[in-house]
C-alpha cells in the first residue's frame, strides 16, 4: 500500500461529505446490525425488499427500515426472535414475489433455533 500526502482541507471536506450521506441514506438513528442482506446478482436487496411492501414492516420491535429497506432496526426491545423472524419473513416475500433468494450478511453466533 502507498500512500501520499494530501490537502488536509479537501480531505476533511471529502469526510464530511460522505458522512452526511451515510447519514441521509442509512438508518443511523436506530441500532442496527448494519445492511442485513448481500446483494444479489443483477439487484438490490433494499429495493426487492421495498417493491415487496415491507417498508416499516415489523415483527415485535424488530422492523424494516422505512429510510434504507436493507436495513432491519431495533424500534425499541427487538429480541433476537424478532430480528430473525423478520429476516426470515423478508426472505420468504422476497423469494415468492420475485424469485429472489436474500442471503443474510449478518452472521449469527451462538447455538438458535
Not at 70 to 77: A, D, L, W, Y
Amino acid at each position: 500500500m502507498k500512500l501520499r500526502q494530501g490537502d488536509l482541507k479537501s480531505i476533511k471536506e471529502l469526510m464530511l461529505d460522505l458522512n452526511k450521506k451515510r447519514k441521509d441514506k442509512q438508518p443511523l438513528e436506530f441500532p442496527s446490525a448494519g445492511s442485513t442482506f448481500k446483494r444479489p446478482e443483477g439487484y438490490y436487496a433494499g429495493k426487492l425488499i421495498m417493491d415487496a411492501g415491507l417498508r416499516g414492516f415489523g415483527i415485535g420491535d424488530a422492523m424494516v427500515s422505512e429510510k434504507h429497506c436493507g436495513f432491519v432496526v431495533n424500534n425499541g426491545k427487538a429480541t433476537f426472535e424478532d430480528v430473525f423472524a423478520l429476516i426470515k419473513h423478508i426472505q420468504t416475500r422476497v423469494k415468492e414475489e420475485f424469485g429472489v433468494e436474500l442471503e443474510r450478511e449478518v452472521k449469527i453466533i451462538g447455538e438458535y433455533k
